[in-house]
């Protein structure tokens, strides 16, 4: 005799209550291939939308933003180290905000054409990275509207913390580095960049006190200039007369 499963199969697994388990069918098998893919499927485009959002939109800001908020640094707070006119150091932050923006926007826009690379359209990207330029740039200029040069220096050094903070959440939220490794990072280039502004502040002094230094020198020569002058003129105009007589 041969043993009932030859003849009718395996029997149905039972559970703890004796009672039978479906077998899966044919069409449960294939519907649940269909989820499977449709999950794979789901997972890999939302990891290239993702990728896509970061090559064309995350890393221009972010090129941006570091650019705007690190190269700005040394012509605003050179000009107002060395003239402590805080209008001054204003006018140089605006100007190379909007400089280093346009500048940022073609360099963005020309390097890459995004055919090649996968990194979006060119004008779209050199704007994101011109607008971001600029507003890291401006940020730390604006407390240099204040009239009193204390106060408009240690609120942009305020402005200027924020910013730092600010740009290493965003490379922990995109880009998945760590918090202190990225405050680290952009604190030391911005660091290095205000060593070179305080640097330059020291050369621009020097015409100041050689100009200091020349004015009454310049005033006794002027001085002994006009004595000899008026010294020469008697003996000139006595020479007039004598050829007269």
């Not at 990891?47 to 939109?57: G, N």
Request: aromatic letters at 8%; one cysteine or more; glycine letters at 10%.
């Amino acid at each position: 005799m041969l043993p009932a499963e030859y003849l009718h199969g395996p029997p149905h697994p039972r559970g703890p209550g004796r009672r039978r388990f479906p077998q899966p069918t044919t069409a449960g098998r294939l519907v649940g291939s269909i989820d499977a893919m449709a999950t794979i499927i789901s997972a890999a485009r939302r990891q290239r939308d993702q990728r896509s959002f970061l090559l064309q939109r995350a890393q221009p800001a972010m090129v941006g933003l570091i650019d705007g908020s690190l190269s700005t640094l040394a012509p605003i707070f050179a000009v107002a180290f060395a003239t402590h006119q805080p209008r001054y150091a204003f006018l140089a932050g605006l100007a190379t905000a909007i400089g280093a923006g346009v500048s940022m926007a073609f360099s963005e826009g020309l390097s890459d054409t995004g055919d090649l690379t996968g990194r979006g359209r060119s004008y779209m990207r050199g704007a994101i990275t011109g607008a971001g330029t600029f507003l890291g740039g401006i940020l730390h200029t604006l407390p240099f509207l204040i009239p009193q040069y204390q106060s408009a220096v240690l609120l942009a050094l305020a402005v200027i913390a924020f910013e730092l903070l600010a740009l290493a959440w965003i490379r922990r939220r995109f880009f998945g580095t760590g918090f202190l490794t990225s405050l680290v990072s952009v604190t030391l280039g911005g660091a290095i960049i205000a060593t070179i502004s305080a640097a330059l502040r020291v050369p621009s002094t020097r015409p100041a006190n050689a100009a200091a230094a020349a004015g009454p020198l310049v005033s006794l020569t002027c001085s002994q200039a006009g004595t000899n002058a008026a010294f020469r003129a008697p003996s000139l105009s006595s020479r007039l007369m004598t050829l007269t007589n």
